[in-house]
């Protein structure tokens, strides 16, 4: 049996372990073997006994060395639709319907293509693990294709099999053409779980059942997909995703539809607890939090989305005090026009002051969202953090980068978080080097970009607007 690779990053100028202890080590070493960490201190501590078994050195010198970020919400597909002219000033409900038609052409290559670019995002800005909620399937795209597409880029991915069945005929907002069966959708839904769902420590895929929002599907599919996905036991343990209380548009509709508000609606159904969170949450009652956090469901906040669409700004502080798990996403590239996630960490900080309240959340905080917070939305004990046993999910960013300069000498990790979010400067996840010195170690970034463009404009031409 072959012994694993050991690899050990060291002389970072501050290790930000995000552990129980929350420790930041000044000239701070990380030591992996094969996809785990294990163990983690200041240089000058490396044991003896791992000294001469060391196999490959990264030095840290100038760098801030970190968990991998992790992001709770995307819409990968979205990045062939950036900045659509007619999507640009307009709320979320308008917003989907200017732009359902144009993802109504979606193509299987399109899918591919778009997971790729938005994970080479991702990964480029400090991203390791990402969940995407991906809800239309138009000409035969299946959640296949972005597996296969995940794999190729290397980043931990969670598949969220989205769908949307109530269509304008039935009193909801999308038109009927990308809306599919329920019974289809129920049997597609098992049989990803079935093919590609892996539970096991430190998995590289695993999928989520993630019926799209209120005012898209109907009340049983919901229950159904939340029976469908606890039906595989605790030892599955596959995850339910949605969009919930993102802006007043929803509430009232929910409120009209159904007689109560979107948190209710969302209780009703079984759709609470430790193995369901929701996107944005943005109008969320007092008591609505209350039963989250007593039941420990999770939310994911997209604080650009939420400022783009002007759905408003969460309740992140309460969340958080009540005892919430809150995470970040970036959410689709239509609606953020990135896939930045130390950008959304930066962002993250910056609205909940706008309530007017400097101390609403500190650069810790907004970073300890982004990692633990992140890990624990979806439902991982293996990420998230530095610490032995933990996969060897790590970036670094240098500290010596312009846009640093007279912070990073005061507090390196609130220069991280308050200056202008900078690219990553290396990655590993799962153990194996995805970035060096700034670059893609397996991605031609200039061949990805030309490609995508390609499919952009061909998508628009498909949808008759080129």
């Not at 909620?133 to 991915?157: K, S």
């Not at 969202?369 to 790590?394: H, Q, S, Y």
């Not at 000498?409 to 690219?423: E, G, T």
């Not at 060096?436 to 200039?446: A, S």
Request: aromatic fraction near 6%; charged fraction near 20%; proline fraction near 6%.
């Amino acid at each position: 049996m072959t012994t694993p690779p050991v690899t050990l990053i060291r002389h970072a100028d501050l290790l930000v372990t995000m552990d129980d202890r929350r420790r930041e080590i000044r000239d701070g070493a990380v030591l992996v073997q094969g996809h785990r960490i294990e163990w983690v201190g200041a240089t000058a501590e490396l044991p003896d006994t791992w000294r001469e078994r060391v196999t490959h050195r990264i030095d840290a010198q100038g760098k801030i060395v970190l968990p991998g970020l992790v992001n709770t919400h995307h819409h990968f597909y979205q990045t062939l639709t950036r900045a659509i002219p007619s999507a640009q000033d307009v709320g979320l409900f308008q917003w989907l319907k200017t732009l359902y038609p144009i993802w109504a052409e979606l193509t299987p290559e399109d899918v591919r293509i778009s997971t790729r670019l938005a994970l080479t995002e991702l990964l480029l800005s400090g991203c390791t693990t990402t969940s995407d909620h991906h809800y239309l399937w138009p000409n035969g795209c299946r959640l296949d294709d972005q597996f296969e597409a995940a794999e190729a880029v290397g980043v931990r991915f969670h598949g969220a099999r989205g769908s949307m069945s109530l269509g304008e005929s039935q009193g909801g907002l999308p038109p009927d053409r990308v809306c599919e069966e329920e019974e289809a959708i129920l049997r597609d839904s098992r049989r990803v779980v079935e093919t590609y769902h892996d539970p096991a420590p430190y998995a590289m895929r695993r999928v989520v059942l993630a019926p799209c929002s209120p005012f898209s599907v109907t009340p049983e599919l919901m229950r159904q997909s939340a029976v469908l996905a606890r039906s595989f036991g605790p030892e599955m343990d596959v995850h339910l995703h949605t969009h919930l209380a993102e802006t007043r548009d929803e509430e009232r509709f929910c409120l009209e539809r159904f007689g109560t508000r979107p948190g209710e609606y969302a209780a009703m159904l079984g759709w609470i607890g430790d193995d369901v969170w929701h996107a944005h949450c943005v109008h969320l009652a007092p008591g609505e939090i209350l039963r989250f956090a007593r039941t420990r469901t999770g939310v994911a906040h997209c604080p650009t989305s939420n400022m783009r669409l002007a759905s408003g700004i969460a309740p992140v502080r309460a969340m958080r005090d009540a005892g919430v798990p809150v995470g970040l996403g970036v959410d689709g590239s239509a609606s953020n026009d990135s896939s930045h996630m130390l950008a959304e960490v930066r962002q993250c900080l910056l609205l909940q002051r706008v309530l007017g309240h400097p101390q609403a959340m500190t650069a810790r905080e907004a970073l300890e969202m982004a990692t633990r917070g992140g890990a624990a939305v979806l439902g991982r004990d293996d990420i998230g953090a530095l610490a032995p046993g933990m996969a060897a999910d790590i970036v670094a960013f240098d500290l010596e980068a312009l846009a640093y300069a007279g912070a990073a000498v005061h507090d390196p990790v609130a220069a991280l978080v308050f200056c202008h979010p900078q690219p990553v400067d290396f990655a590993l996840v799962h153990g194996r080097v995805l970035v060096e010195e700034g670059v893609p170690v397996h991605v031609d970034v200039l061949e990805l970009v030309a490609q995508h463009n390609r499919a952009a404009r061909a998508l628009l031409e498909r949808a008759g607007l080129a």
